[in-house]
């Protein structure tokens, strides 16, 4: 089975700009959840997508925002764009065991944003 | 809530020697634990996880962990470090958020293991 693929792997952008990131998750799984991995905060949970439906949110802010479609593939937007926002935006995929208990996330590459 | 402490965001060891990197985990259900391996410029991977059953758990390139109820612990060890295994090493715990009754992970903050030759 191929592996969580993200474009694009880099970007550029600048303050005041919007971005969207888009992965798509190992064939079969329909959990997809997004993280933002920064040298100061580690890895932060942004939020998780079932079945296009938003079922888990971290504590970002509303510039932050996802979406999933009905292949289960998902995409992230930020609007307006803030020099913190540079980090490594980490897409991961998981099956859903029944009951609802996660088992392991499969990790994309990641997307590295620059916000200058 | 459910929580994960990693202790020291920095282990230096040398070739060969024993790694042990330690997690302690909070959670007021069984939880689920698990242990990721990042290597620079790249996402993370699972190397072991624990859900039920033996309390040893074995995982990929030579690492194991055992589950410690009683400490809340799930340390990682390698009997002998090899240069390969130098990267970022996350613990994580499934834990469940009771507002909507599902399960998501949280992430330890990451030990950054460095292999000296």
């Known amino acids: 089975k191929a592996g969580v693929t993200q474009t694009p792997r880099y970007l550029i952008k600048t303050r005041g700009q919007q971005v969207t990131l888009s992965c798509s998750p190992i064939s079969g799984h329909r959990s997809v959840s997004w993280y933002q991995q920064t040298p100061g905060q580690g890895l932060q949970f942004l939020f998780e997508y079932f079945s296009e439906t938003q079922r888990n949110k971290g504590n970002f802010p509303g510039r932050f925002s996802g979406r999933q479609f009905s292949n289960s593939r998902s995409e992230m937007n930020v609007s307006t764009l803030e020099l913190g926002d540079s980090a490594l935006y980490l897409c991961a995929s998981s099956p859903v065991i029944a009951g609802g208990f996660y088992n392991e996330q499969f990790f994309g590459p990641g997307t590295r944003l620059t916000v200058l | 809530a459910q929580s994960v402490t990693q202790l020291g965001s920095h282990v230096s060891v040398s070739e060969g020697a024993l790694v042990l990197l330690r997690c302690n985990y909070s959670s007021s259900v069984p939880p689920y634990l698990f242990w990721y391996v990042q290597y620079p410029n790249q996402g993370l991977q699972l190397l072991l996880k624990y859900t039920t059953g033996a309390t040893l758990v074995k995982g990929i390139n030579g690492f194991e962990a055992e589950f410690k109820k009683s400490e809340t612990s799930f340390h990682l060890t390698k009997p002998s470090a090899h240069m390969s295994d130098a990267a970022e090493y996350f613990c994580?715990?499934?834990?469940?958020?009771?507002?909507?009754?599902?399960?998501?992970?949280?992430f330890g903050t990451g030990t950054r293991l460095k292999v000296l030759a």
């Open positions: 994580a715990v499934s834990g469940l958020v009771p507002t909507s009754g599902t399960y998501k992970y949280i």
